[in-house]
């Protein structure tokens, strides 16, 4: 019998209960994307401590990137009776079914880091950053930085169909629209990966002029930022002089490219989603209590002048 039976089960016992006492009793699983970038990576090991951390029983499933591995995760997750079950979902479309099977088993969902395209009360709530904000911050970044420069973008998208790739670009193209000396000329995706990314640069640098019509480079995050860096310096160019590179996550690499001259500015995502989602479990268990759809995270700008030397140190242990 799952927490949430026992709790409808025994109503005046369980008020009683610490929120540390449900924790202790919960079996949580915990469907991730994969582990196509640093970033996702620092995000399993943050959730796995998390959860240790709180005596919760993770039970975790990698999908390899694929949707139906994530549904066939989650199926499994209901029919083991799991009290509650995390999603990173690696699209936005095609929940429906399996998010109401979960709802019908009344195993509450809460989805980390990305969106789905589904109606609100399939799931309890969403972990997420603003991610059409990371994209403003981003391009408003970029806008001060070459002010009147004519400066031609090319654009490092992340997989297509995902929250993120869709959001980030959008904040992006809303920051630079009023700058018509700042044009997005090429645009590709990279799959969120660090040799996708270095690939699709490499062409990038190919059809402009061997790099040199490129003033900046956007990447949807710093792995395929990491990627093109590497591109940048194949070719013979100075990434961070000749080509400018600003990229969302602020994981530790990008901080090492940063402090080498290599890359501008990055935008941070933070890889705790899951101590926010469990606060928000722990309580709903304990009171019945709904807590808000959406928990927005802070993008926050990061720069050379904030000691990335200091950044990456602090950042390196953390499952990246």
């Given at each position: 019998?799952s ?11 369980s ?23 640093g ?23 990698d999908?390899?990137?694929k949707?139906e ?20 979902p690696v699209?936005?479309?095609?929940w ?12 509450p ?16 709530t969403s972990?997420a950053s603003?991610?059409?904000e990371?994209?403003r911050v981003?391009g408003r970044?970029?806008t ?12 490092l ?31 590709q995706?990279?799959?969120f990966?660090?040799?996708k ?14 790099g ?5 480079v956007y ?16 070719a013979g160019?100075?990434?961070g ?5 600003v990229?969302?996550d ?17 935008v ?11 606060d928000a479990l ?10 808000e759809?959406?928990?927005?995270t ?9 000691n990335p ?7 390196k242990?953390?499952?990246?």
């Amino acid at each position: 019998m799952s927490v949430l039976s026992r709790l409808a089960l025994g109503a005046g016992v369980s008020i009683l209960l610490s929120t540390t006492a449900l924790a202790a009793d919960l079996t949580v699983g915990f469907s991730q994307i994969g582990s196509e970038s640093g970033w996702r990576a620092a995000e399993t090991s943050v959730t796995k401590a998390e959860a240790e951390k709180r005596g919760i029983d993770l039970k975790f499933a990698d999908a390899q990137q694929k949707q139906e591995n994530q549904i066939k995760a989650i199926r499994g997750f209901i029919a083991q009776g799991v009290d509650a079950i995390l999603v990173a979902p690696v699209v936005a479309t095609g929940w429906e079914a399996v998010l109401g099977e979960a709802k019908d088993a009344k195993i509450p969902v809460i989805l980390l880091d990305r969106g789905v395209d589904a109606p609100q009360d399939l799931y309890l709530t969403s972990i997420a950053s603003d991610q059409v904000e990371e994209g403003r911050v981003a391009g408003r970044w970029l806008t001060e930085t070459v002010k009147d420069k004519d400066c031609k973008v090319v654009e490092l998208q992340g997989t297509v169909g995902s929250t993120p790739a869709i959001n980030r670009k959008k904040g992006f193209e809303e920051a630079i629209a009023d700058h018509k000396n700042i044009s997005i000329v090429r645009s590709q995706t990279g799959d969120f990966t660090r040799s996708k990314g270095k690939e699709v640069m490499e062409g990038f640098i190919k059809a402009e002029n061997g790099g040199k019509g490129i003033c900046a480079v956007y990447a949807h995050n710093d792995d395929m930022a990491v990627g093109a860096i590497q591109a940048i310096k194949d070719a013979g160019l100075k990434p961070g002089s000749d080509i400018l590179v600003v990229s969302i996550d602020a994981v530790p690499d990008i901080f090492a490219a940063m402090a080498a001259g290599e890359a501008n500015a990055t935008v941070e995502l933070t890889p705790n989603m899951a101590g926010p989602a469990f606060d928000a479990l722990e309580a709903y268990l304990k009171d019945g209590k709904e807590p808000e759809k959406f928990i927005i995270t802070e993008s926050k700008l990061y720069t050379p002048a904030d000691n990335p030397k200091g950044e990456y140190e602090a950042r390196k242990g953390l499952g990246y």
